[in-house]
């Protein structure tokens, strides 16, 4: 029974790694269309 979870529990892995980064990537996304050129500032 044992093997069971720890199987369920190596393949939870990689998807909290997909949700994280799909996650980053819709923030990054939503804020620069937001606030346009606002993530790469030109050095003043």
């Not at 069971?4 to 799909?22: A, E």
């Not at 937001?34 to 050095?43: E, S």
């Amino acid at each position: 029974m044992q093997q069971k979870y720890f199987v369920k529990y190596l393949s939870l892995g990689p998807v909290l790694l997909f949700v994280n980064l799909s996650l980053t990537a819709v923030l990054l996304i939503l804020f620069n269309y937001w606030f346009p050129d606002l993530l790469f500032h030109p050095l003043p």
